[in-house]
């Protein structure tokens, strides 16, 4: 059973352009949602990360928007830049008995085209 | 860098050996997650030791275990290995037992032949 779903599976984008990635969740207990960057040959990265009380969250270029009802959350890159160029992961959390156990969507591969 | 340090970052054994992956936290960290990486299965968590103790089982199976020592460190033990097991296995610290900023090391790369 896939709780979060990610969409699309890659994308190509030029320079300067708006990348944008879609996640779904399914469980409403989920009450943090982060978003990771993985460059090749490392390991993931936190980017930026949302609690379901806020319905837009930004951090310099990057911007989490949140929508409660629909389930849904997105990752927007603003004026995407080559060295953005690299697999996207979001995930939806929640804590059970001490622990933040995170449910990862399955990745998007982002290019940014020069 | 995260302050996540793992060892080894490659590694290369045949189906039924048994292996030893290592991670040392950032400085400060008490919480050490595992996680596996596969094309197939995506990023799946494992287990997540919180000062020595185990909090929290994932999808992880009997052949695998994992510990932490009391400076923290942790090792995932891997046995039995079969061609499946082929795959990235991180761990991740966090400073709080239910902390959710979570931050990732290099990574080990598992091959079994």
């Known amino acids: 059973q896939q709780q979060v779903k990610q969409s699309p599976q890659s994308l190509i984008v030029q320079k300067g352009g708006i990348s944008i990635i879609n996640c779904a969740y399914e469980?409403?207990?989920?009450?943090?949602f982060p978003w990771y960057q993985q460059f090749p040959g490392k390991g993931p990265a936190l980017l930026i990360a949302i609690r379901p009380d806020v319905s837009e969250k930004k951090e310099g270029r990057f911007t989490i928007s949140f929508n409660k009802s629909a389930k849904q959350f997105s990752l927007h890159i603003m004026d995407s830049q080559p060295g953005d160029s690299a697999t996207y992961f979001c995930?939806?959390?929640?804590?059970?008995?001490?622990?933040?156990?995170?449910?990862f969507g399955r990745g998007t591969s982002l290019i940014v085209h020069p | 860098d995260s302050g996540v340090t793992q060892t080894p970052k490659h590694l290369i054994t045949a189906t039924g050996q048994r292996v030893t992956l290592r991670c040392s936290p950032r400085s400060g960290d008490l919480s050490v997650y595992w996680y596996q990486q596969s094309l197939d299965q995506g990023l799946q968590f494992l287990i997540h030791?919180?000062?020595?103790?185990?909090?929290a089982k994932g999808n992880i199976l009997e052949r695998f275990s994992a510990q932490q020592f009391p400076d923290l460190h942790s090792e995932l033990n891997l046995s039995s290995l079969e061609l499946g097991d082929s795959a990235l296995y991180f761990c991740?610290?966090?400073?709080?037992?239910?902390?959710?900023?979570?931050?990732f090391g290099p990574g080990t790369r598992l091959t079994v032949t």
């Open positions: 030791y919180y000062n020595g103790e185990e909090r």
């Open positions: 469980n409403t207990a989920f009450d943090y």
């Open positions: 991740a610290s966090s400073g709080l037992a239910g902390g959710n900023e979570q931050y």
């Open positions: 995930a939806a959390s929640r804590a059970s008995g001490g622990s933040y156990i995170p449910t």
